[in-house]
Nanobody, 126 residues
Framework: QVQLVESGGGLVQAGGSLRLSCVAS????????MAWFRQAPGKEHEFVAG????????FYRDSVKDRFTVSRDIAKNTVYLQMDSLKPDDTAVYYC???????????????????WGQGTRVTVSS
């Protein structure tokens, strides 16, 4: 079992920055895929970024490339999402998710992820 707790959301003006954190507990992350998703009102979960814990490889959706950075702190069992140059379209609840399957790789489909956090709200004002 892996428990995920996100934090760091809030209200920010367009062009501003936020850093989201996702702390994992229950066991030490090792072969897992960690991902950030978001869900805007009335919309489905949307993949934002992923990180392969084994290799530190990362992958982003096109709309956040060059603005968002996903990273990890192995000692803290934590994954981060640094969000810069925020836009009103980035407004959503952001979720951290973990795919713990044996041969996992970064995927954009929400239903392959086994564990989810409770979400943290990000609101970007224009």
């Amino acid at each position: 079992q892996v428990q995920l707790v996100e934090s760091g959301g809030g209200l920010v003006q367009a062009g501003g920055s936020l850093r989201l954190s996702c702390v994992a507990s229950g066991r030490t992350l090792s072969r897992d895929i960690m991902a950030w998703f978001r869900q805007a009102p009335g919309k489905e979960h949307e993949f934002v970024a992923g990180l392969d814990w084994r290799t530190d490889w990362t992958f982003y959706r096109d709309s956040v490339k060059d603005r968002f950075t996903v990273s990890r702190d192995i000692a803290k069992n934590t994954v981060y999402l640094q969000m810069d140059s925020l836009k009103p379209d980035d407004t959503a609840v952001y979720y951290c998710a973990a795919d713990v399957s044996l041969l996992a790789f970064i995927r954009m489909t929400p239903n392959v992820y086994d564990y989810w956090g409770q979400g943290t709200r990000v609101t970007v004002s224009s």
